[in-house]
């Protein structure tokens, strides 16, 4: 993980010398919480974080719990609602809200007097759609592992709906709740976009740093609040370690599965929930589309595709998109097969137990590195003109190996996974009839995790296309991406042209999640045909 420890011990440095190069140990953090507004950018950036944790994780919960506990109606269909954020790029939800709470705004009538979207209920709500699927994700996985026994043993007992859930649902859901503060909570600190297109001048430590770095070009003190952005998320990291420790722990190889059983009254209230939660997403991804068609809001409502001319307002226009298809595409073809033999080399080898530990460690340790303080570390890094590797910067090279290193982790653990639930007979037999290793591998391995390597392709496409945050400091004119070229255009006040670009960005992830769920479809057909021959 050179990618990652070199460019962050390189901006360790950098915040420890003046803006001519020489050093001066703490002055520059001194002088980071001695001036007035960056130290409240710091309250700022927390208590929202703060508030939006409150509010997302209790509600996530409440979703994971109708999807994992109860047989409401519908629920692939409120499944499949609660991806769509992941489709899309942070700034999307601000700009729709904008459209819903501006000064021109849908529902402003109904407003209360004084109320204004730019500033930190913007950002607070535009954080919840942002974050709600990815502590969802992590909610879903906590509430499925509940032992079945324990339920039976409460039931049998009579124990009342409501003392189950606060003694056996909620404490053992308690580390999956932990992870998903920390994660809430590191996403929106360190969340550039959503902080740019709708927080006026609400200022938060994400904002500031790119005011340092580009406005002021006081590299010094950009480094030390990239450094400041990087101690919550290395407490996330830990804590989220240690909570996985005693996750695992808890499970039991005698552990029964728990399978819900219909309930009248419990599914009704839980399709209310679900509703009640699926609309304001639906919601906010129909007033982005809607918004991207209108001739010209408020005043002329008639429906146009103009907006989709792009380069009527953006010097790349559609270029922008075509390099997110090729950000994407690279990063996924280079960080599948990347990932995948790194998992399946760490998975295999005994001899070397040590080895292993370390090489483990190294794979996880993006996780606690946020997109923004990893793109501020590139540049700082790669830009050097010491360095022979600044030929790649101002290439797209250098965004694909950011994206690449960013998502290492999570594909990693995927790959993991996967791997361990092969049955090691495979290799045994394939060794027993003398079959070289990389046969093995290509004829046995790779065709079993077919599914599990889309999956991990798909993920790196997806936030390779909606990345804004860690690549904010590393594009040049020619390797604009579709993100970037939606807070320029809403800089510009081109926001309906911006709007399209976000449902553009959507319909591209959409297309890959549509034609990665058929070919599993399909995969999975084919196996089944298979086995039972």
């Known amino acids: 993980m050179l990618g990652i420890a070199v460019p962050l011990v390189c901006l360790f440095q950098l915040a420890l010398e003046s803006r001519d190069g020489h050093f001066v140990g703490a002055e520059n953090l001194l002088r980071f919480f001695a001036t007035p507004s960056l130290a409240q950018s710091v309250w700022n950036s927390f208590w929202t974080a703060g508030v939006v944790v409150l509010i997302t ?36 939800p601000a700009i729709a809200l904008i459209y819903l709470f501006g000064n021109q705004g849908l529902l402003r009538p109904i407003l209360p007097e004084g109320f204004d979207i730019y500033g930190p209920w913007g950002i607070i709500m535009a954080h919840v759609f942002f974050t709600f699927p990815q502590a969802l994700i992590i909610l879903v996985t906590a509430l499925a592992t509940a032992d079945a026994r324990l339920y039976e043993a409460a039931a049998s007992l009579a124990t009342p709906a409501r003392r189950i859930f606060f003694t056996i649902t909620l404490p053992g859901a308690r580390y999956g709740l932990v992870g998903a503060v920390f994660v809430v909570f590191t996403k929106v600190i360190t969340d550039f976009g ?14 500031d740093v790119y005011k340092q770095v580009v406005g002021q070009q006081n590299f010094p003190m950009g480094a030390v609040i990239g450094l400041v952005l990087l101690l919550p998320a290395l407490a996330a990291f830990l804590v989220d370690r240690a909570v996985q420790r005693r996750q695992q722990a808890q499970l039991t190889a005698r552990a029964v599965p728990l399978v819900p059983q219909p309930e009248g009254r419990r599914d009704g209230l839980a399709l209310g929930y679900g509703l009640l939660v699926a609309a304001p997403i639906l919601l906010i991804l129909g007033i982005s589309a809607w918004a991207s068609v209108v001739s010209y ?41 990347l990932v995948f033999v790194a998992a399946y080399l760490l998975d295999r080898t005994k001899d070397a137990p040590r080895l292993v530990t370390l090489g483990r460690a190294i794979m996880l340790i993006p996780l606690a590195v946020p997109g923004l303080v990893m793109g501020l570390a590139y540049i700082f890094f790669f830009n050097a003109p010491w360095n022979p590797l600044n030929l790649l910067y101002g290439t797209l090279a250098i965004l694909i190996l950011n994206t690449v290193m960013r998502l290492v982790p999570v594909t990693y653990v995927t790959a993991t996974t996967a791997l361990t ?16 290793v990389w046969r093995t591998f290509f004829r046995v391995t790779v065709p079993l995790c077919l599914p599990t390597l889309l999956g991990i392709w798909i993920y790196f496409f997806t936030n390779a296309a909606t990345t804004l945050s860690a690549i904010i400091f590393l594009y040049v004119a020619g390797t604009k991406t579709a993100s970037i070229a939606i807070v320029n255009m809403d ?21 890959a999640k549509l034609v990665q769920l058929a070919l599993v479809g399909w995969i999975e057909r084919r196996r089944k045909r298979w086995t039972e021959r």
């Open 194 to 207: 959503v902080a740019k297109v709708i927080g006026g001048q609400f200022n938060v430590l994400a904002t």
């Open 421 to 436: 639930a092969i049955d090691r007979e495979f290799d045994a037999v394939g060794a027993s009839l003398k079959v070289p």
């Open 57 to 92: 994780v209790p509600v996530a919960f409440g979703y994971a719990y109708m999807l994992t506990r109860t047989c409401a109606k519908g629920r692939g269909a409120f499944n499949a609602i609660a991806a769509i954020p992941l489709l899309a790029p942070s700034v999307l």
């Open 297 to 337: 809001w408020p005043y002329n409502l008639e429906l146009t595709l103009r907006h989709y001319d792009f380069d009527e307002v953006d010097a790349q226009g559609w270029t922008a998109v075509w390099n997110t298809l090729r950000l994407g595409a690279w990063s996924a073809c280079i960080g599948t097969p």
């Open 491 to 511: 800089e510009a006040g081109a926001t309906a042209s911006a709007a399209a670009m976000g449902m553009v960005i959507v319909g591209l992830c959409a297309a």
